[in-house]
């Protein structure tokens, strides 16, 4: 007895509830623009330079206290929140102290870490620093720069390729859903503040690239469908294409989550911003090749004439071949 | 029929077993490490029996290659420092003063006398007292410019300059400036690497980035501060004429001359021209040394030109006292005694052996011919490094677990096959990452569990349509053999889309970011070859033993 995640022979109509599907979709995106517009994001050292000191201790971290001895040394806005993580032992308590760029200077001095890592010494003696990074202005400038241009290159990338071996409809379809999968991650993590650095770039062209490689099996087999059944309506085409794809898509998405999940729970604090950005992006990504990318391309229709015959006429089985 | 050309099989097999066997050395990682350092060690001439021993650790027949770790999951020291180009700009201006007095000097009765103003620190601004003599002054400095020493530049003159009425104005050309940059970020590598390589750690990369940037990543650096402090020791040394010593810091000096504290004597304070006789640039050696009164001293030696200069120099100016200058401090001010020829000499000073011994090393590795401005810097504890590579590790063993039952659950005996592929994809990443010598992150790690859950997605898409090819029962052989036929276009769509994201990644990132872009890529690369040559070998090899009639996938 096999474990199927879907049942053979299925025939759901993925259009069925577009308005609630697409149209959910839509109001999800302009609500991840409002968010992000209001909220904005929690660009970390990477994008808005400052220094980052992570602390390991083994009494438990008390915020005020920590903060209390480093204001005095007037270094601006400064952040301190504790982590948490399974990892961890016992008697590990781990807290991040956020220090923003400091005027006139790019990355800090040695001396002002260690004013900060005294200060944080004489509150707790047990205290060390695993890690200090810090990132100045300029750089920090240039990486949005880069950043942006990654995301937005690869995604060009990809629209040309997808042209190339698909008809233009399909690349538009791609482009789409890749623009909503990167919405709703960007709106997800202006909602949640989650910390917003270099890594979630990293994360977000993987989702453009899992995302992507799902939509192109659907369009492939669809690619396929359209040349076998000649005059069946584009409609039903992409739904059976869909269908018939399901059970791969499911299966993937399915194999992919699970080494995910357990990043998630066992990886370590240092990579789960990253790893939840990339779980949920799966997930998003599945969903709008499902529902996303070929509504756009029902929408936009596609052009059938590939034998360059003349359009088909009614008798439906004179063009099925085997 | 199905069927794999024997030749193909050969080279199928080959190809795995290379590369697994590229990836063993990792399974072993201190022991091989131990292995290649000592080797690294015995080839530079050095034997011991306990570099012997660590040799002996690993069978030199195989491989020896491993995966780099990066800073993240080694722990080590990152910065990226920005080299301060303009600096060298300012030094070349100074350095070009005195010829142009001279030249101006020469025709006096033309010119009038020659004064310098004050300006901005990369342009020479000239007064003649006899303003109706700077077209031929103008004339004179002009004849100054040497044709720029670099490809691109040739052709083109090294100074610019312009007459406004009494004042000429000189700057670096263009092409002299892009030189220049070009020297000073390649002699600013080359002392960073001498510096980090004389502090003795292991690997350390120090590589160009950009226009005027050096990043360098030392694995093992305690923290960054360590690492500025290797690289920051500039030791800029100078030799230049004493003009007066005082006790006043704010004495009012001429545009010439500048006043510098005296390291062994404080509250004393030297006033000194500018413009030094020779520089550290010439020095060619250092080495401490004892004076005859038995005090530790260091002994250094110029290299021809500068020999020349300080010969000429101690000849016209017996009796007077010059300054050997380290960072903006007097070291000692000696009274030349008698001409130095030989470009040899000794510098005294109140040292101890060890700061004698200290300053030499500085001198030999040179002074950076620029200030360097820290714009990044990262620091990484080893604990939290090994803590991130044991996450990593049981994350990827209990995902792959989890693929792995989930594989056989669904597809029974071919999910087996796939999961052996997966093993054998696994091993591929690593024995490739091995090859080229690739540095592991902790996104890397990432990258991998990620391709763990990706990879199975090309046997899925095979398996799924075998299934469906086995409906329109043409049976079991034909079914697999459309299966891999109708399905590879898919894979190959679906892999190269993502081939591109990794790529542009890989091009963009840097650090973690490229690391991750490195194991992806690669994961990918290897998944569709495991997918598409393998499974289906193994697929083949069974079908051929068993001939099933029926197969169920």
Redesign the interface.
């Known amino acids: 007895m096999r474990l199927r995640l879907v049942p053979d022979n299925t025939n759901i109509n993925f259009f069925g509830y577009a308005k609630v599907t697409f149209g959910g979709s839509v109001v999800l995106l302009v609500a991840s623009l409002v968010v992000y517009l209001f909220m904005g994001l929690n660009f970390g050292i990477d994008f808005k330079g400052g220094t980052t000191i992570r602390t390991d201790s083994t009494a438990a971290v008390d915020v005020a206290a920590y903060r209390a001895s480093v204001t005095p040394l007037g270094l601006g806005d400064v952040t301190i929140t504790e982590v948490f993580d399974p990892t961890f032992a016992d008697d590990q308590h781990v807290a991040m102290v956020r220090i923003q760029a400091q005027e006139g200077q790019e990355s800090v001095t040695s001396e002002t870490i260690a004013k900060i890592e005294a200060a944080l010494q004489a509150v707790d003696p047990s205290i060390t620093f695993p890690s200090v990074e810090s990132v100045g202005p300029k750089v920090s400038g240039e990486l949005i720069q880069k950043a942006v241009l990654a995301v937005t290159g690869a995604i060009a990338a990809i629209v040309i390729y997808i042209w190339l071996r698909f008809e233009w409809q399909f690349a538009l379809g791609a482009v789409v859903a890749l623009v909503h999968d990167v919405g709703l991650t960007i709106g997800l993590f202006s909602l949640l503040q989650i910390k917003f650095d270099l890594a979630i770039i990293a994360a977000l062209l993987t989702i453009v690239g899992y995302s992507i490689n799902d939509t192109v099996v659907v369009f492939d087999r669809a690619r396929e469908n359209l040349i076998k059944y000649k005059v069946m309506p584009l409609i039903d085409v992409l739904n059976h294409s869909a269908n018939e794809t399901l059970s791969r898509t499911l299966m993937t998405s399915g194999t992919t989550l699970i080494a995910l999940i357990a990043l998630l729970v066992l990886g370590g604090d240092v990579i789960r911003g990253f790893v939840f950005a990339i779980t949920w992006g799966i997930i998003v990504g599945t969903y709008s090749s499902i529902y996303i990318a070929k509504n756009v391309v029902l929408m936009l229709g596609v052009k059938r004439d590939w034998s360059k015959e003349k359009k088909p006429t009614g008798n439906q089985f004179m063009d099925i071949d085997a | 029929m199905l069927h794999i050309s024997p030749f193909r099989q050969v080279l199928i097999v080959l190809t795995c077993m290379v590369g697994l066997a590229l990836a063993v050395p990792n399974l072993f990682y201190d022991r091989v490490e131990h292995h290649n350092d000592a080797v690294a060690s015995i080839d530079n001439g050095l034997s011991n029996e306990a570099l012997e021993a660590d040799a002996a650790l690993w069978p030199s027949f195989l491989p020896s290659g491993l995966v780099n770790l990066g800073l ?1 999951l080694r722990g080590g020291a990152h910065l ?1 420092a ?1 080299v301060q180009v303009a600096d060298v700009y300012a030094a070349t201006m100074e350095s070009m003063w005195p010829d142009v007095r001279d030249v101006l000097a020469a025709k006096r009765e033309d010119v009038g006398f020659v004064t310098r103003e004050e300006s901005e620190p990369d342009v020479l601004k000239v007064r003649i007292s006899k303003p109706e003599g700077a077209a031929q002054a103008l004339e004179l400095v002009r004849g100054l410019a040497r044709p720029v020493a670099s490809i691109t530049g040739a052709g083109a003159s090294n100074i610019v300059v312009s007459a406004e009425g009494p004042v000429l104005t000189i700057t670096l050309s263009e092409a002299e400036k892009a030189a220049t940059d070009e020297r000073t970020l390649q002699q600013a590598l080359e002392i960073i690497r001498r510096r980090i390589d004389a502090a003795g750690t292991r690997e350390p990369s120090i590589q160009r980035q950009g226009a005027d940037r050096i990043l360098i990543q030392v694995p093992g650096a305690k ?3 360590e690492l ?1 402090g290797w690289i920051g020791a500039t030791a800029q040394l100078t030799f230049q004429p004493v003009v007066s010593r005082t006790s006043d810091p704010d004495v009012v000096v001429a545009a010439t001359s500048e006043v510098l504290p005296s390291l062994d004597d404080p509250g004393a304070y030297y006033v000194l021209e500018k413009t030094p006789v020779v520089t550290g640039e010439e020095l060619v050696d250092a080495q401490p040394s004892f004076d005859q009164n038995g005090r530790p001293a260091v002994n250094f030696r110029f290299n021809p030109t500068g020999a020349r200069k300080f010969g000429d120099y101690t000849a016209e100016n017996i009796g007077a006292p010059f300054a050997i200058v380290l960072d903006d401090e007097v070291i000692s001010a000696p009274t030349i005694q008698s001409h130095i020829p030989g470009g040899s000499g000794i510098i005294t000073g109140s040292f101890t052996v060890e700061e004698s011994t200290n300053l030499a090393v500085l001198l030999r590795a040179g002074a950076l011919p620029a200030e360097l ?9 080893p ?2 490094g090994q ?2 590579i044991d ?2 590790q ?3 063993l ?3 677990a ?2 792995v039952v ?2 056989i ?4 005996l071919f999910g087996l096959f796939a999961t052996i592929a997966l093993g054998i994809n696994v091993g591929l990443i690593f024995g490739a990452l091995s090859l080229i010598g690739a540095t592991l992150t ?2 890397g ?2 990258g991998i ?2 391709t ?3 990879a ?2 090309a046997n ?2 095979v398996y ?1 349509r075998i ?2 090819e086995l409906k329109t029962a043409k049976g079991p052989a034909r079914a697999i053999e459309l299966g891999y036929e ?1 399905a590879l ?2 894979i190959l ?6 081939l ?3 790529v ?2 890989w091009v ?2 840097s ?3 490229r690391g ?2 490195t194991t ?1 890529g690669l994961g990918i690369l290897t998944s569709v070859f495991t997918a598409i040559f393998v499974t289906r070998l193994l697929i083949v090899w069974w079908f051929q033993r068993r001939r099933p009639k029926t197969i ?1 996938v």
């Open positions: 993240d990226l920005e923290s960054a501060q500025k401005v820290f714009l990044e810097e990262r620091t990484i504890g604990e939290l803590d991130s996450a990593g049981l994350a990827a209990v995902g792959m989890a693929v989930f594989m659950l669904s597809y029974g902790l996104p790690i990432a569990v990620l763990i859950g990706m199975v997605d899925v898409l799924e299934r469906e109708r276009s898919a769509d679906a892999n190269i889309t993502t591109i994201t990794a542009i990644l963009v990132g650090g973690p970011v991750f872009a992806l169920e």
